[in-house]
């Protein structure tokens, strides 16, 4: 018997000599290393054993088999826990890797061959060829031990291979069962060491999240789903949203509800937003759910079930209903000492330009108090008091109602609705203001009045539904100012509401042969807004139908516009749901139909950051057309409102956009600044800023009137000193223009909106959240720009009042157990990102410490000073309960 391995034995030597000669040869620098020390002592130990140990695996006798695996497996062992280079073992075995393969396929089955395959799984780690899966192979006919034993990179690396296997079997349609243990076992293990991504990713390959539920603990759940929700923003859907719904599990799982219902705000998901309620047994924390639904402005009823006792019920529906919004502002502008009403000409600052332009403003001339109304409505927003439309009562001039008559017919409209802004959110003085004027005889006054009720409603919602009541009864007027006044009041007071009172009565008007189309048009807008994000298939019943009954000449009304839109409002942000009516839109009149088409697709993967209706939105801005077509200008928006989401789309939108300036057709080019206003709403960012002051000096009116209310839209709310100049000499440069003058003006108005305290972003809760409602009236605003002659400066310039809807205070309010306000030191600064970052890193740099209340600007973050108290809610933004922390002690 003896003789039999012998050849083996001589063939295995020889191969050695040729492998060890070989090896140093590929490199000529070791070879000289070689020379000099040739391998330490320990070294050249090492290898003979190693060499020795391949012989003896080699020997029949099988206890010496075992002997030799027993001492190679304690060899590479030791040295694989350290991953710094290759392992000197590995290293040494390169050349044996074949021999040992060769002895594996020879050896009968049993536990010694269960051994070889666990070694030579560990060396096909750095020996296999590329995208042989080896080292899986081998680990798969391996025994069952532990692998973590064998080290992190060899755990690694079984996981790409396993991807890819499982991306195979896939295909092959063969089992996957044996993977699936070994991939508990690799979560296992990456759960245990702090590389949860790692294990999310793996489970993303295998398409098993749910295994992720019985490894998470309370050590590193956080850190688990805070990569869920950052990842969830990159994957294609349906992933997406599975990813979130393992999240929302995790969170529950642990008690996590604020997280959880962010989670549940996110998908939209109300069973989700109730479950959270009826889990959680405490109070206070309840009332913080109910701060963080309001900031959302969903609008949710609680039932016995969450709440039991009924008067707790009452005080957490008081701040679903955002009625403490108006209190809570006022307190942050009476910290900040900012009460005192501003006029026009304070935003203006006409003496600090040169003479030509101061002179010419003193004519007083209506388009130029229209933008004074609006600039005044905008600045003095929700403080309840300024020095144009609330004089006291007692000052027998009453200017009060000059300044009212110191407009044209339609733009008293205007001037008698911006009371409703000043007094935004105080629902019950801006309705006793208010009421003076609905004994008017002036028509415009009246729709004033009407659209001025639902201002003061925006936000707000109220058991006994003032505006419906008050408004109810104007619908059905005979003069179309005062029922547009009425509608787009309803539409505002109750934007998402999904009140179906209100549907009963404004769906008629669709269908209504002698109803006028401005009057349809505003209807179908304000049930679109009513309704955002529903997916109603009614509403959608009735502006397609109103849609199909517009005539020729009707179509080419720049009101018309408003009719796709409210259809594609109601499918805003739910993707795949918009697809039958999409369908529906091909049939319509080829003048409407690819605008119908565009706005739909927009609205649908609005803030989804798809990337694939990218591509098609800006395949449709590529287009060179004849000048009839205008539907290139809701493609560019769309651009937008799909790339908005998440930091890299944005950014790679505003690349794309400048490419669409220098290439696109003329009608492209006019969307473009609306669009850049959209990406960084409330957000001025320096580039973006430097383009849209090129563009406002463009020899096109049309893109220069964009590019400068985009201006006012990116700094809304920023009293941003360089937009504010910029504006400034924009004024004087177009000091003859009278309509390029009024967007100026109402640009002023924008960047000093609420005297700097409020924001447009439709994002909150650090971006996580999209507001539906604030993204309707952005976009309705938007779409109404596309058309700035007939729309804007035309006789509809109240369309300007959508942007109440997107208006909050950008503010962080403490307040106790009591909720009354509290001032406690934070520190604001820059948000970092740290997803997936090891250890505990700091989540804001460059930070100021402040105390409460604080401002927050864009991609700000703010953290508590102070270990006195603790917040109830994990991200402080808006109103933040804090609780006395048991455990401190004063220093």
């Known amino acids: 018997m003896a003789p039999v391995p012998d050849p083996n034995n001589v063939a295995g030597g020889a191969k050695r000599d040729e492998a060890t000669t070989k090896v140093p040869s590929k490199d000529p620098k070791k070879k000289d290393d070689k020379k000099e020390e040739d391998l330490s002592e320990e070294d050249l130990q090492l290898k003979q054993n190693l060499e020795l140990y391949v012989e003896r695996v080699q020997d029949p006798n099988p206890e010496l088999q075992r002997a030799a695996l027993e001492s190679m497996r304690q060899e590479i062992r030791a040295a694989t826990s350290s991953m710094t280079s290759v392992p000197k073992p590995l290293k040494f075995l390169r050349p044996h890797y074949g021999t040992l393969k060769e002895i594996h396929t020879k050896m009968v089955e049993s536990d010694l061959k269960k051994m070889m395959a666990d070694i030579l799984s560990v060396l096909a780690l750095t020996m296999s060829a590329e995208g042989e899966r080896e080292s899986l192979g081998y680990r798969l006919t391996g025994s069952e031990g532990d692998i973590g034993s064998w080290g992190h990179e060899y755990v690694r690396n079984l996981a790409g291979e396993i991807a890819e296997e499982y991306t195979m079997r896939q295909g092959d349609e063969s089992s996957i069962e044996d993977i699936m243990e070994l991939v508990k076992q690799i979560v296992a293990f990456h759960m245990k060491h702090n590389a949860e991504t790692e294990a999310v990713d793996l489970l993303m390959d295998v398409e098993d999240l749910d295994l992720l539920l019985q490894y998470v603990d309370k050590t590193n759940f956080r850190r688990t789903c805070n990569y869920l929700t950052s990842a969830a923003k990159h994957l294609p859907g349906p992933d997406d949203m599975l990813v979130l719904d393992i999240a929302y599990m995790i969170y529950m799982k642990f008690a996590e509800y604020p997280n959880a219902l962010q989670i549940a705000l996110f998908l939209d998901n109300m069973q989700y937003v109730k479950q959270v309620f009826t889990s959680c047994t405490d109070l206070l924390r309840k009332k913080q759910f109910c701060y963080m639904i309001s900031r959302h402005g969903s609008t949710f009823e609680l039932d016995p079930e969450m709440v039991a006792d009924d008067v707790d019920r009452e005080a957490l529906q008081d701040i679903v209903n955002n009625t403490k919004l108006s209190e809570g502002y006022l307190t942050l502008a009476r910290d900040i000492e900012v009460m005192e009403a501003k006029t026009p000409e304070d935003i203006y600052k006409a003496h600090l330009l040169d003479g030509r332009a101061s002179s010419g403003a003193s004519v007083d001339s209506a388009r130029q108090n229209l933008a004074a109304t609006f600039v005044n409505a905008f600045v003095n927003a929700g403080f309840g008091q300024d020095k144009l439309m609330t004089v006291p009562s007692d000052s027998t001039s009453g200017s009060a109602g000059n300044w009212l008559f110191k407009n044209k017919e339609h733009g008293k409209t205007s001037a008698a609705a911006s009371l409703g802004m000043i007094l935004l959110w105080d629902v019950d003085s801006g309705l006793a203001q208010l009421d003076k004027y609905f004994h008017s005889n002036d028509n415009p006054i009246i729709a004033g009045a009407l659209l001025g009720v639902g201002i003061v409603n925006c936000g707000i919602k109220n058991d006994c539904d003032p505006a419906l009541a008050l408004l109810g009864e104007y619908i059905d007027k005979e003069d179309s100012s005062v029922r547009i006044g009425a509608i787009m009041g309803l539409g505002i007071a109750y934007a998402g509401s999904q009140n179906d009172q209100i549907r009963s009565s404004l769906s008629p008007i669709l269908n209504d042969a002698k109803a006028p189309l401005d009057v349809i048009a505003f209807a179908a807008l304000c049930l679109g807004m009513i309704y955002v994000g529903s997916c109603n298939e009614e509403v959608a019943q009735s502006i397609i139908f109103a849609l199909m009954d517009r005539s020729e000449a009707e179509l080419g009304d720049p009101l018309t516009r408003f009719l796709p839109l409210g259809l594609g409002l109601l499918y805003l942000g739910k993707q795949e749901s918009v697809e039958a009516?999409?369908?529906?839109?091909?049939?319509?009149?080829?003048?409407?139909?690819?605008?119908?088409?565009?706005?739909?697709?927009?609205?649908?993967?609005?803030?989804?950051?798809?990337?694939?209706?990218?591509?098609?939105?800006?395949?449709?801005?590529?287009?060179?057309?004849?000048?009839?077509?205008?539907?290139?200008?809701?493609?560019?928006?769309?651009?937008?409102m799909v790339a908005m989401s998440e930091e890299l789309g944005l950014d790679m939108g505003i690349r794309s956009l400048e490419r669409v300036l220098q290439y696109g057709e003329q009608n492209v080019r006019r969307a473009v600044p609306l669009a850049l206003g959209l990406l960084c709403i409330?957000?001025?960012?320096?580039?973006?800023?430097?383009?849209?002051?090129?563009?406002?000096?463009?020899?096109?009116?049309?893109?220069?009137?964009?590019?400068?209310?985009?201006?006012?839209?990116?700094?809304?709310?920023?009293?941003?000193?360089?937009?504010?100049?910029?504006?400034?000499?924009?004024?004087?440069?177009?000091?003859?223009?009278?309509?390029?003058?009024?967007?100026?003006?109402?640009?002023?108005?924008?960047?000093?909106?609420?005297?700097?305290?409020?924001?447009?972003?439709?994002?909150?809760?650090?971006?996580?959240?999209?507001?539906?409602?604030?993204?309707?009236?952005?976009?309705?605003?938007?779409?109404?720009?596309?058309?700035?002659?007939?729309?804007?400066?035309?006789?509809?310039?109240?369309?300007?009042?959508?942007?109440?809807?997107?208006?909050?205070?950008?503010?962080?309010?403490?307040?106790?157990?009591?909720?009354?306000?509290?001032?406690?030191?934070?520190?604001?600064?820059?948000?970092?990102?740290?997803?997936?970052?090891?250890?505990?890193?700091?989540?804001?740099?460059?930070?100021?410490?402040?105390?409460?209340?604080?401002?927050?600007?864009?991609?700000?973050?703010?953290?508590?000073?102070?270990?006195?108290?603790?917040?109830?809610?994990?991200?402080?933004?808006?109103?933040?309960?804090?609780?006395?922390?048991?455990?401190?002690?004063?220093?």
């Not at 839109?585 to 739909?600: H, P, Q």
């Not at 800006?618 to 287009?623: F, H, K, N, P």
């Open 682 to 891: 409330s957000n001025p960012k320096v580039n973006v800023m430097d383009t849209l002051s090129r563009l406002s000096h463009d020899t096109d009116s049309e893109v220069a009137m964009a590019a400068i209310i985009s201006l006012g839209l990116i700094g809304a709310g920023t009293n941003n000193a360089r937009i504010a100049g910029m504006l400034r000499n924009l004024s004087s440069y177009y000091y003859k223009d009278a309509s390029l003058l009024f967007c100026v003006r109402i640009a002023q108005g924008f960047v000093h909106m609420g005297k700097g305290l409020l924001t447009l972003s439709p994002f909150h809760s650090e971006r996580f959240l999209l507001s539906p409602t604030a993204l309707a009236g952005i976009v309705t605003l938007l779409h109404a720009c596309l058309d700035m002659k007939s729309i804007i400066l035309g006789k509809y310039h109240y369309v300007l009042y959508f942007l109440v809807l997107a208006m909050q205070p950008r503010m962080m309010l403490t307040v106790d157990e009591d909720l009354k306000p509290i001032s406690v030191p934070v520190r604001v600064g820059q948000a970092v990102d740290v997803v997936g970052q090891a250890g505990r890193p700091k989540t804001i740099t460059g930070f100021q410490t402040h105390s409460t209340p604080v401002l927050l600007a864009a991609g700000e973050r703010a953290e508590l000073a102070t270990d006195k108290y603790i917040p109830l809610s994990p991200i402080l933004e808006g109103f933040v309960i804090l609780k006395e922390n048991p455990d401190y002690r004063e220093e």
């Open 581 to 640: 009516t999409a369908e529906v839109s091909k049939t319509f009149n080829e003048k409407i139909r690819k605008y119908c088409d565009m706005t739909l697709l927009s609205c649908a993967y609005a803030g989804t950051g798809n990337v694939l209706k990218v591509q098609d939105l800006l395949a449709q801005c590529g287009e060179h057309l004849e000048k009839g077509d205008i539907h290139q200008g809701p493609a560019v928006i769309g651009l937008a």
